[in-house]
């Protein structure tokens, strides 16, 4: 069961915290921001390096002409890395917060690109920094059109959480009323370029129930004192975010939520500590501790905790709780339905559409806009106005390219560097982020045949498009042409990549939260039903998928747990 190593367990005082959390970024982040700030004494475990704010962004203040190869990646580095180089944002400039292939193999019986970045404050660092509020439709929905089970929770449930994650998070927006988008804690907005002011006006002309708004992005536009108690300042428009930001203008484990959890004197970082398992006392019917690998030395440690909050990132978080087997759960810690790893979903984001257009010339923008302006669901809200369920985000942006495409061809000298520094033309694009169906067919599972280096089971994932998929995405792609032709572009093109799952880095699911035992591995606390001292509150309690991004509604049913978490220790009932 365990590897064929001797476990370390002398000191067990010295191994003991009031909370354990598995995992360091942004979910993770929150539980030991929250955790700590009851006065919880706190063990983070995480399997990647130590990172520090601002000491450890190599390339944060580095010109293009500093790398060598101006943030380029190697075609030798992509073909020793076919998976993580093809992940968003992927480059010479950040290819340090990315994990290497051959070092994390895991089987893909069907296409899924996992990508992973294993590091204190994990993907934070790297992330897109969208936080876009569910509505109560998302909350509805799969119960409602018969594609999910039901929610335990509603959105008035999680309002006041959300409202806590974005005060001391720092999300920018405008308070646009919209019904399928609530409105948040939002700081000033970005601006809307000329371009896309000109799209919103057109949408708002033709259509009444669609609405593109200013982005909704974790980046503090204007620092409130909470922001400069973290030591964060304003963001600079410089969008080199997945560099680490040495200003904190964007929201990251790294530069908010742990340091702050530090200052508490109740945090323990351990980094390299690879999970192998939660381990479970038969006795006490609860989780007692942790057993863990040291990712140089393979030394195994068990350390201990009242309670145990398992933010390992979706899949990991699923990995961990299948490899947790004991007398009492000999499939996976908590999985007495066998539903365990099962109900994987993803984000659907294969199409765009690009176009150019006519005009607006004489104008420019300011600063390089780290943001998106989003266009809100208004597929299916409340009832089903398709030939599929579920909805879809749009997220757009306009801009200039670059260069007097004529005065280049002819150009030399001085004259060839004006015409290719000259402004060009105005494009615009549009893409999807769209809810896929939980199916018990998408799963992982581990493999009963090959291990890791740390002598833990492979991940095999087993996730694939269905026919719903299919139809949102003709959908997007007519509705999103169709929008950009009202509003007057031209050469509209469309795309679907047939990209893989798991690009989207938006994985959710297996060990969801119901009100059912027999179909949820999760209570409305976010805690495993079999063994209530273990809260599970990453993308793998995911219910259903939404169509908003995950991260806010992560930080949200964390800090929710977590003070349900205190409450019930008060109480002794954990």
Known sequence: MYPDFNINTSGTHEHTYDAIVIGSGISGGWAAKELCDHGLKTLVLERGRNIVHNKDYPTANKHPWELPHRGRVTQEYKQENPLISKAAGFGEDNIHFFIQDKDHPYIQEKPFDWIRGYQVGGKSIIWGRACQRWSKY??????????????????????????????????????????????????????????ESHIQQSIKKHYSDRHLVQARWAHV?????????QGRAKCQARNLCMRGCPYGGYFSSVSSTLPWAQKTGNLTIQPHAVVHSIIF????????????????????????????????????????????????????????????????????????????????????????????????????????????????????????????????????????????????????YMYMQGETIPKESNHVRLSATEKDQWGIPLLVTSVGYDDNDEKMVKDFITQSSEMLEKAGCKDIASYDTHQPPGLDIHEMGGCRMGKDKKTSLLNEWNQLHACRNVFVTDGA??????????????????????????????????
């Open 138 to 195: 998302e909350f509805a929905a799969p119960a409602k059109f018969g594609y999910g089970i039901a929610w335990p929770i509603g959105y008035d449930d999680i309002a006041p959480w959300y409202s806590h994650v974005e005060k001391f998070a720092g999300v920018c927006g405008n308070a646009d009323g919209i019904e399928a988008m609530p409105d948040g804690e939002f700081l000033p907005p970005f601006d809307l370029n000329c371009v």
């Open 221 to 229: 536009t204007q620092p409130q004192e909470i922001h400069l108690q």
């Open 281 to 428: 006392d038969e006795q006490k019917n609860k989780a007692r501790g942790v057993r863990v690998i040291d990712a140089n030395t393979h030394e195994a440690t068990e350390y201990f905790a009242r309670i145990i909050f398992v933010n390992a990132s979706a899949l990991n978080s699923n990995l961990i709780l299948l490899n947790s087997t004991s007398n009492r759960f000999p499939a996976g810690l908590g999985n007495d339905n066998g539903l365990l790893g099962k109900y994987i979903a993803f984000h659907n984001y294969r199409a765009s559409v690009s176009a150019a257009i006519d005009g607006f010339e004489d104008q420019y923008y300011y600063g390089r806009n780290p943001t998106e302006p989003i266009i809100a669901n208004y597929r299916n809200l409340g009832k089903l106005d398709t030939d599929y369920v579920g909805g879809y985000t749009t997220f757009m942006g306009a801009y200039r390219t670059r260069g007097n495409e004529q005065a280049v061809e002819t150009a030399c000298g001085a004259a060839l560097k004006d015409a290719v520094a000259a402004p060009g033309g105005w494009r615009t």
């Open 541 to 574: 309690c995911m219910t259903s998928t939404g169509n908003q991004s995950p991260s806010i509604l992560y930080m949200a049913l964390t800090a929710r747990a977590v003070n349900h978490a205190v409450q019930e220790m008060k109480r002794q009932n954990l």
